[in-house]
Structures are given as structure tokens and as C-alpha cells.
């Protein structure tokens, strides 16, 4: 059976084919985005511009096109923070149901956070004991934690990448009194979900699973001992630390030219460094684990499950 994932960000619009079985592990064959920077289009009062939601239309028509051509049996369609939080959502959500023609599933922060915890457990194997989990999108930071399938807490704060960078570090290159300001929020903010999960065990992994995260490890970590890829990268704290100066003198431009960075994350790299390393700070976290499965795995993982409980003799 072949699936696709269409999950609509506050970054990209991102579509991931991939064919799969009951049981089995899903094979990518397509992997296609549409960058948006979604919160470029944000009015004041929170709603998605007449110009944002046409650019949505628009990637999502192309992304079902491919679809179609990829023959794909079914297509599930996510959308997450910055279409959920928008004030003018209902009416953004139905154009986008109009342009792909069917609907549309929203996931609430903390269902984001479990779908990807999910896809993390399942890369990295009942082996790996006790996970934290941090994924930065664009709109907002999740942050699992737990020793299943499902995480025995998650959370989702308002600290993407994207939203940060609009709100915080709107000049190119941003300043270093910029800098200390979205410091200090992201550690107010952060703060007390490292608080709540406190009494949770010590974590045997703690793994950064988002392609901010992955861009950032290809920049200031290194691969673990005896692997090669960026599946087995690690960024440490002290490293990610040391580069977010760097990264913050250069105009946007200019850091595509640094290992790991590509074009469309060079407006909002400054920022998640900073979100990650107050994120790894207040958690008292050395080192990141980088996973290459993150929430579109997750929901085609769950939805495989089901169709393994359905299959007929199950």
C-alpha cells in the first residue's frame, strides 16, 4: 500500500510518500516541499494574510498533484501550530480542505509531541530506555518524555523557530541586545515544562528530531563513534553555544554558505539555535542525539498500526 503524509507547517509544506505493510517498516520513494514561512503572512491580530492563504492553496494543489502521480492509495494531511493558532483558522482550514478535496487533520501541540515521540521510539528501539525528546518547527517547540511508545509527559510551547525569529529577530543580522531578549523569553518559557518533568527518570537518550536540529548538528556536532550520516550525529550544548555568536553576525544570506545550512532555513537558524540551547540548558542536557524520524514518520507509523490491528486473522 502506498501512503502519503502531507504535513502542512509553519515552515514548509512538506509531503512524504512511502509504501508500507501491517508489520513493516515504511519504505520512503518521495520526498517533496513548498517553503512558506508561514509567519512572514501573519497580521497582527494573528490571522494568516489573503496572500498566505493563497501560497497555502496553491502548495497544497502541487503537493496533491504529486500525490496523484505517485498513485497513492491515501493521503493524510496534517497541519499543525500555525494553522491551528491562526484567529481566521476555521476559514483557512476549509480552503485548504477545498484545494486537496478532502479534509484536513489538525493536531493539538501535545498530539504533535506524541506522534513524534512515536517515531523517535520506534528509530531509535525498545533498547534505548528512557527518551526526552525536543522537536522545533517553525511555530512552536514540543518536548516528550517517557520509556514507551507513548511519552509519559509531552508539551508544546509557542517557541519556533519561525515565530521567534518575526518576533524577536526581525533585523538581518539580528543584534546582540535581540539575542539576549529571545534568550531570556525562551528561558522563561521553557523553564517551568523542565520543572514539570523533573520527577521523570533520568533520560538514557535525548534526542533533537527536527531538520533545525539536524541542520544545527551538521554545523556545530559530530558523528557518533563508528557511524557515518547524519542519523547518528550528535550536537552537543557547548559547541551549539559557541556557534550562535557566529551565526548571529552573519546576514541570512550569507549562512547558507556554512555545513548543514540550506536556503530555506537560513532566516530562522539563529533562532532555533537559541530556543534548542536554552531548551538543552534549562533541561540540563549535555548532548542531542539527532533522529532522521520525526512527525510525518509518526503518523504514518500509527497509521500502519491500525491497519495491523484490522488485518484480516488480527
Known sequence: MRLGVLDIGSNTVHLLVADVRPGGRPLATTSTRTVLRLM??????????????????????QARDVAA??????????????VREATNGAEVIARIEAALGQPLQVLGGETEARFTF??????????????????????SLEIAAGGDELPD?????????GR??????????PGDEAIERLRAHARATVTPVADAFASLPRPDHVVGSSKAIRSLARLAGYPMPGWSG??????????????????????????????????DRTFQIVAAA???????KAFDVEELEVSPWALREGVLLRYIESLSWSAPGA
Open 40 to 61: 512572514r503572512y501573519l497580521t497582527p491580530d494573528g490571522a494568516i494574510t489573503e496572500d498566505g492563504v493563497q501560497a497555502l492553496e496553491s502548495a497544497v494543489a
Open 69 to 82: 502521480a505517485e498513485r497513492v492509495d491515501e493521503l493524510l494531511a496534517t497541519a499543525t501550530s500555525a
Open 118 to 139: 512515536l517515531a523517535v521510539r520506534r528509530w531509535f528501539g525498545w533498547s534505548a530506555g528512557q527518551i526526552l525528546l525536543f522537536d522545533i518547527g517553525g511555530g
Open 153 to 161: 509527559a509531552a508539551s508544546s510551547v509557542p517557541l519556533g523557530a
Open 164 to 173: 521567534m525569529t518575526v518576533q524577536f529577530l526581525p533585523d538581518d543580522p
Open 230 to 263: 547524519i542519523e547518528r550525529m550528535v550536537l552537543p550544548r557547548a559547541a551549539l553555544k559557541s556557534w550562535i555568536p557566529r551565526l548571529a553576525r552573519l546576514r541570512a544570506d550569507s549562512r547558507q554558505e556554512l555545513p548543514g545550512i540550506t536556503a
Open 274 to 280: 537559541v530556543v534548542v540551547h536554552q531548551a538543552m
